[in-house]
């Protein structure tokens, strides 16, 4: 039936749209975690690049030479934070370029054509309709008919009380 191939049709449609929705949340997911990352060794580089500042500026003041062993381990973490920032873009570039591959991969060839099946299905719905229609006349019908019975039957079943009336000695009929 066409019907059903339609109904079939518009299933595989959810279902196809169902799991791009959940590959989008999964990458949604991904790109967040990523971003948390990329905040949170941002906040190490600017907690480093604070403290190198004020050691600096502590020097300064005080026109004392710079110690290398206050300043070495704020720069090792400036560095170490720049590299990770560094890698978690490129990590981040890779988790929206796996997704827009699939999202572009999986487009129809051809769009399909809606207004076609809308019409197809728009037919069906008439055809049922029809159906319907005369289902609906058939009960009308049998009702009628059994309106008509349920009267003689009534008449049969009034005069037999009035016999019984008139004849009280009459025989009963077998049960």
């Known amino acids: 039936m066409a019907w059903n191939d339609s109904l079939e049709a518009l ?29 949170t060794e941002q906040e190490k580089l600017k907690k ?22 206050e300043y070495l381990p704020l720069c090792e973490a400036i560095t170490e934070a ?9 990590d981040l570039e890779d988790v929206k370029a796996a997704f827009v591959r ?8 051809e769009e399909p054509d809606l207004e076609a099946e809308l019409t197809e ?6 055809e049922l309709d029809q159906q319907l229609s005369a289902m609906n006349q058939k009960a009308d019908s049998l009702g009628e008919k059994l309106e008509q019975t349920a009267e003689e039957v009534k008449g049969v079943v009034f005069e037999v009380v ?10 009963k009929p077998e049960e």
Not at 48 to 69: H, S, V
Not at 121 to 126: F, G, M
């Open 82 to 90: 720049t590299k990770s920032i560094d890698a978690l873009r490129g």
């Open 102 to 109: 699939p999202v572009r991969e999986e487009a129809p060839a």
């Open 48 to 69: 480093a690049y604070q403290e190198l500042g004020k050691l600096y500026y502590r020097d300064y003041i005080t026109g004392e030479e710079p110690d290398d062993a």
């Open 162 to 171: 009035e016999d019984r009336n008139e004849n009280p000695d009459a025989p």
């Open 11 to 39: 299933k595989g449609l959810m279902a196809d749209a169902a799991q791009a929705a959940a590959r989008m949340t999964k990458s949604a997911a991904a790109v967040t975690k990523s971003n948390i990352g990329l905040l």
């Open 121 to 126: 299905l728009d037919q069906q719905l008439n």
